[in-house]
C-alpha cells in the first residue's frame, strides 16, 4: 500500500503560481507511476499530468507550458509546479498513484490508479 497527502493549495489570482506537494509513505516511490488529477465543480475528474519512475513525463494539453510535474523518490514526494494560472485551473487537485509493474498513461493521464490522496483546493480569481 501507499499513502498520499497533498499539500500546497491555495488562492491566487491570474497569472499566479503555485507548487502542490503530494507526500508518499509506506511504500518507496520508485515503486509507483504517479499522477495528478483535479476536479472542478460539477465536472468529472481529469487527469492532468503523469510521471513514470524515470522522470518520462506527460500532459494534458490544457497545462503544457505551464505546468510541470516531477518526483523525488529519494524524498518519496512529487510535485505539480503551476505558473500563468487561470480561472479554469479551479479544482480540487488529487495526487494518485499506480504500480509501476503495470502503469500507463495517456495524454496526461495516469491509467487506473490504485491509491489517491484526499486532495487540496486550488482557486484562480481574476
Known amino acids: 500500500p501507499l499513502q498520499l497527502g497533498e499539500s500546497g493549495g491555495g488562492s491566487v489570482q491570474v497569472g499566479g503560481s503555485l507548487n502542490l506537494s503530494c507526500a508518499t509513505s509506506?511504500?518507496?516511490?520508485?515503486?509507483?507511476?504517479m499522477g495528478w488529477f483535479r476536479q472542478a465543480p460539477g465536472k468529472e475528474r481529469e487527469g492532468v499530468a503523469a510521471?513514470?519512475?524515470?522522470?518520462?513525463?506527460e500532459y494534458v494539453d490544457s497545462v503544457k507550458g505551464r505546468f510541470t510535474i516531477s518526483r523525488d523518490n529519494r524524498r518519496n514526494t512529487l510535485y505539480l509546479q503551476m505558473n500563468s494560472l487561470k480561472p479554469e485551473d479551479t479544482a480540487m487537485y488529487y495526487c494518485a498513484a499506480k504500480s509501476r509493474i503495470s502503469c500507463s498513461m495517456r495524454r496526461g493521464t495516469l491509467m487506473g490508479p490504485d491509491y489517491w490522496g484526499q486532495g487540496t483546493q486550488v482557486t484562480v480569481s481574476s
Open positions: 510521471i513514470f519512475p524515470d522522470g518520462e513525463a
Open positions: 509506506g511504500n518507496t516511490l520508485n515503486n509507483f507511476c
